[in-house]
């Protein structure tokens, strides 16, 4: 399940991440007045088992029924987890396809919700998923090579992170038209860890992958780029962390 929307008076527009299908979006009629047909399986980030029926020339099925398999509502008690669910959501909602099956993804969002709830900052979530999800629509810029003048780049060298245009060499430097970071080795070694272990292994200082470092702007601003939006959700995590740090 990664969100819901009002319809009319009493309905929800739906919208799940099925292992199978892909992206599949339905109304579930009454949802909002009969608590006994859907239960409490319409929180973000459930698992769910899904019966839908496809309405022939329309863009939104309809839901006929949903069990509840996995439940994630208790961690999202906490609001700094539930921060970081509403990005995982966004993005798993824009970078999924209708019809198109994507196990990968699927069990890429199970995987660091476990590992969320399992107390893994929540940073390293969200850096781990962004990764994965360009790494599993071809996306991921080149590690190897300068975006602008297509010398090779070797071992831990100086590189610049540049939002939606990959990587520069030191000649190179700061792409003018776009939002650049150093990326020091230490951003490197970050992401062969996360291609090379599971969500929960990954230990890096969390500062080394929050609002402002490289890797957000390598990650965040790729995904960006390619979805042609500035994301909305990352905001409120930054916000709640914050506050939680100054208690």
Same mark, same amino acid.
């Given at each position: 399940?990664?969100?819901?929307?009002?319809?009319?008076?009493?309905?929800? &527009?739906?919208?799940?991440?099925?292992?199978? *299908?892909?992206?599949?979006? =339905?109304?579930?009629?009454?949802?909002?007045?009969?608590?006994?047909?859907?239960?409490?399986?319409?929180? %973000?980030?459930?698992?769910? *088992?899904?019966?839908?029926? #496809?309405?022939?020339?329309?863009?939104?099925?309809?839901? #006929?029924?949903? #069990?509840? &398999?996995?439940?994630?509502?208790?961690?999202?008690?906490?609001?700094?987890?539930?921060?970081?669910?509403?990005?995982?959501?966004?993005?798993?909602? $824009?970078?999924?396809?209708?019809?198109?099956?994507?196990?990968?993804?699927?069990?890429?969002?199970?995987?660091?919700? !476990?590992?969320?709830?399992?107390?893994?900052? %929540?940073?390293?979530?969200?850096? /781990?998923?962004?990764?994965?999800?360009?790494?599993?629509?071809?996306?991921?810029? !080149?590690?190897?090579?300068?975006?602008?003048?297509?010398? %090779? $780049?070797? =071992? /831990? =060298?100086?590189?610049?992170?540049?939002?939606?245009?990959?990587?520069?060499?030191? =000649?190179?430097?700061?792409?003018?038209?776009?939002?650049?970071?150093? +990326?020091?080795?230490? !951003?490197?070694?970050?992401?062969?860890?996360?291609?090379?272990?599971?969500?929960?292994?990954?230990?890096?200082?969390?500062?080394?992958?929050?609002?402002?470092?490289?890797?957000?702007?390598?990650?965040?601003?790729? +995904?960006?780029? /390619?979805?042609?939006?500035?994301?909305?959700?990352?905001?409120?995590?930054?916000?709640?962390?914050?506050?939680?740090?100054?208690?």
């Amino acid at each position: 399940m990664l969100k819901t929307q009002e319809l009319g008076e009493a309905d929800l &527009i739906v919208s799940l991440l099925a292992e199978h *299908r892909g992206k599949v979006r =339905g109304v579930a009629p009454s949802a909002r007045r009969s608590r006994r047909r859907f239960g409490g399986v319409l929180e %973000p980030m459930t698992r769910v *088992r899904a019966v839908w029926r #496809e309405k022939a020339g329309r863009d939104l099925d309809r839901i #006929e029924r949903l #069990e509840c &398999i996995r439940s994630y509502a208790e961690m999202q008690a906490d609001p700094v987890k539930q921060s970081a669910c509403a990005i995982l959501s966004e993005i798993a909602e $824009l970078f999924s396809r209708e019809g198109e099956a994507d196990t990968n993804a699927f069990r890429l969002l199970g995987a660091v919700l !476990d590992a969320l709830e399992g107390g893994q900052h %929540p940073w390293i979530v969200v850096r /781990y998923f962004e990764l994965w999800t360009l790494q599993l629509h071809g996306l991921f810029p !080149d590690l190897d090579a300068c975006a602008g003048c297509s010398a %090779p $780049l070797s =071992g /831990y =060298g100086p590189r610049w992170a540049t939002a939606g245009a990959g990587l520069r060499c030191a =000649g190179c430097g700061i792409d003018p038209d776009h939002e650049s970071r150093r +990326l020091r080795g230490s !951003d490197l070694e970050f992401i062969l860890q996360v291609c090379k272990s599971a969500p929960q292994e990954v230990s890096v200082e969390p500062r080394r992958v929050g609002p402002g470092s490289a890797l957000e702007t390598l990650l965040r601003g790729t +995904l960006e780029c /390619y979805a042609e939006r500035r994301f909305r959700t990352y905001r409120h995590l930054r916000r709640m962390l914050q506050e939680e740090s100054s208690r």
